[in-house]
């Protein structure tokens, strides 16, 4: 690259470790090295399984964007054109950096798009950045007639993730389909034009939930649940292969709450069939869902989210089964029982009357008595709570007192003159 025949020095963590050229598309493996998409896809594909710059053998293959870099190159790319442009013209018209896009322009690259023009994924990014701004660009795009169609309709044919461009363009689509989720009332014709009208839209979430960066993992996490209206969308998502899997490490792998609760939300909006409780339930959920609880730093949003999905589970036999068998998931319930909400509250009391009540589990019983679960249901009884739960305890406190007498005379609690019966 030559400028005023003075050789521009390229920085070396721009350069791809294989090609040694300017990285177009940057990935990082899990070795955290960075490489061109095209350079280590194919590196992968040719056999290999290690790592080429440090040579350690791959846990995984898969790879994730790396945007940071991606956007440093950008930067610096536009600086040199912008250089260039400047010593070239006249100095008393030189421009300073590019305006914000007007809604004009915006319809331009929209149109650009439909009519299938080349730079797509640059189009896309001038919106994205364009949706970025505000509010009322969000509500503007929203509201733009065939927004959604056209920029779903790149979806098509774009499903293997093996190209440059393939998974940034289904990032692009879901993130700007994210934004504009508050705007966009009527989510069933969203429902539509996603699910219906485009055959390879579920294919490319897929894609994003398993390659794509956090911010548009946790997008499709939100626009699968925004789009999941009715039995027949919700089984949609949930049947198409990778969606559950995807969901369920989204919420497991990552500390983000905001990439937790997405995860936790769709699977709540996807998994009313049986049939999908019992997918959920042998993909490992429980345990993922027991160790979420049982984490210090738990937000109440979450541990009722948790709740909801371990209560869905557990009106299964399966479901009540994994229950049980986890070392920590009934005790982690007893503790999460009082002083966090009456949602948390009521989500647990069920659960445990589900599994210690309703299916008589003895593991169960051992582990509500070990966590001092007798004194907390005591407890409960004596609170506010509603009749349904209040009529539960009781059922769960008769179950211990028909499986052992000194069960409850045991307790070195204050609380026993409050027993009901």
């Known amino acids: 690259m030559v400028k005023n025949d003075l050789f521009i020095t390229v920085p070396s963590f721009f350069k791809c470790p294989i090609s040694l050229d300017v990285m177009k598309s940057p990935v990082s493996l899990c070795t955290g090295v960075t490489y061109d998409r095209s350079s280590i896809q194919q590196w992968l594909d040719s056999g290999n399984n290690t790592c080429p710059a440090t040579m350690q053998v791959l846990q995984s293959k898969d790879f994730v964007p790396n945007h940071t ?36 322009q915006v319809r ?31 509500a503007f795009l929203a509201k ?18 093996r190209g440059e461009v393939e998974i940034e363009l289904s990032e692009h689509v879901v993130r700007l389909l994210d934004m504009i989720l508050m705007d966009y009332a009527d989510k069933e014709q969203l429902m539509r034009l996603t699910l219906k009208g ?13 390659k794509g ?9 939100r626009v699968l649940e925004a789009i999941a209206v009715n039995g027949e969308s919700k089984l949609l998502i949930a ?39 019992l997918q959920i339930v042998r993909l490992g ?25 371990l209560d869905m589970v557990s009106t299964c036999p399966e479901g009540r089964t994994a229950i049980c068998e986890d070392p920590i998931c009934v005790a982690t319930i007893v503790q999460k029982m009082l002083k966090v909400s009456s949602a948390v509250t009521e989500h647990a009391v069920l659960i445990l009357w589900s599994v210690c009540h309703l299916f008589r589990d003895q593991k169960a019983q051992e582990a509500v008595t070990k966590s001092n679960g ?20 009781s059922d769960l406190l008769k179950i211990f007192r028909v499986n052992s007498k000194s069960c409850l005379s045991s307790y070195d609690t204050k609380t026993t003159h409050i027993m009901p019966f």
């Open 213 to 221: 960066s956090l911010d548009s993992r946790v997008g499709s996490g």
């Open 69 to 104: 870099l991606h956007r440093l190159i950008q930067i610096w790319s536009d600086s040199l054109h912008s250089n260039t442009d400047h010593d070239n013209s006249d100095p008393s018209t030189s421009a300073s950096s590019s305006p914000p896009l007007t809604q004009d």
């Open 285 to 309: 959920v429980v345990s993922v869902l027991s160790k979420l609880l049982s984490q210090p730093d738990t937000g109440v949003s979450v541990a009722e989210k948790v709740l909801k999905l």
């Open 144 to 161: 733009m007639d065939g927004f959604v169609p056209i920029i779903v309709g790149v979806l098509r044919s774009n499903v293997d993730g």
């Open 198 to 210: 485009n055959p390879d839209f579920l294919s490319s979430v897929v894609l994003v939930l398993k």
């Open 239 to 277: 049947e198409k292969e990778g969606i559950l899997s995807g969901l369920i490490r989204l919420m497991s792998s990552e500390t983000d709450s905001s990439a937790i609760e997405s995860g936790l939300s769709c699977l709540i909006a996807v998994s009313m069939p049986r049939r999908i409780k």
């Open 108 to 138: 331009v690259l929209v149109k650009n798009i439909e009519d299938h023009a080349e730079n797509r994924l640059d189009c896309l990014t001038k919106i994205l950045d364009f949706a970025k701004e505000s509010n009322e660009n969000r």
């Open 374 to 393: 007798l004194t907390k249901i005591l407890l409960l009884m004596q609170s506010n709570c509603s009749p349904s739960v209040r009529q539960m305890s």
